[in-house]
């Protein structure tokens, strides 16, 4: 069985991967937001893994940190799954929107933030009204606080753009994304998938930026099959 590490997107943590810890094991799910850079938490994440052999499957910030663990250290990754993410560093215009949100937050506005967002950013038209999703998220949310998401957000802000060393990889990689992700659209996907050359690209309908929570037996059947390769 192939050894997986699940990386958690913003605000998340290993109920992000419920469905997915179900169906392959519960195997290691990592802190991903102790460091407000991206590059320091991957390499921090791989000094708290011994494996040398591991899977990588990461959700929108998770999948950003699975581009740069797979740049550090390539030789110690042999799949890799990037659910709802997105190679590219901030352009000017969402550096200002991050800005904005992280004033928002030192302003006392965090639950608010959260909330506000979940809907018309997160999910899917069809799952916008789905109580266990929401209060999922929510809960995760919550139990991640403000300085967390903080970190994070600096960290997404100033992340390193990746599509230099997507022609670099070579693992078999699973590149997936639902057709309604609003914060990591199908360009960026496609992108990302015409630059790794072992790569397969699943869309997913009726699906938004959590496809793990929206679509958990499709994204497991895509998994089942890159775990194969």
Same mark, same amino acid.
């Given at each position: 069985?192939?050894?997986? $590490?699940?990386?958690?997107?913003?605000?998340?943590?290993?109920?992000?991967?419920?469905? @997915? =810890? &179900?169906?392959?094991?519960?195997?290691?799910?990592?802190?991903?937001?102790?460091?407000?850079?991206?590059?320091?938490?991957?390499?921090?994440?791989?000094?708290?893994?011994?494996?040398?052999?591991?899977?990588?499957?990461?959700?929108?910030?998770?999948?950003?940190?699975?581009?740069?663990?797979?740049?550090?250290?390539?030789?110690?990754?042999?799949? $890799?799954?990037?659910?709802?993410?997105?190679?590219?560093?901030?352009?000017?215009?969402? @550096? =200002? &929107?991050?800005n904005a949100l992280v004033q928002r937050l030192f302003e006392g506005d965090f639950e608010n933030i959260v909330m506000d967002q979940l809907k018309p950013l997160y999910l899917a038209k069809a799952n916008q009204d789905n109580v266990d999703i929401l209060n999922t998220v929510r809960d995760m949310a919550m139990d991640q606080g403000q300085a967390v998401l903080t970190r994070q957000i600096k960290a997404v802000r100033g992340r390193p753009d990746q599509r230099p060393n997507l022609a670099s990889i070579r693992v078999p990689t699973l590149i997936m994304a639902g057709t309604e992700d609003i914060l990591c659209p199908e360009d960026r996907q496609r992108e990302m998938h015409e630059g790794i050359p072992y790569s397969e690209l699943v869309l997913l309908e009726n699906c938004g930026h959590l496809a793990t929570l929206e679509q958990p037996e499709r994204v497991n059947q895509a998994l089942e099959q890159l775990f194969k390769r």
């Open positions: 069985m192939t050894d997986i $590490l699940w990386l958690p997107g913003t605000l998340c943590d290993h109920r992000l991967f419920a469905a @997915q =810890r &179900e169906a392959f094991g519960e195997h290691t799910t990592a802190e991903v937001g102790q460091f407000d850079s991206v590059t320091m938490q991957a390499h921090a994440i791989w000094q708290q893994i011994e494996t040398s052999n591991v899977a990588l499957v990461g959700l929108s910030y998770g999948g950003i940190l699975a581009l740069e663990m797979i740049r550090q250290h390539p030789e110690r990754v042999s799949h $890799l799954a990037i659910l709802d993410s997105n190679a590219r560093n901030d352009t000017g215009e969402k @550096q =200002r &929107e991050r």
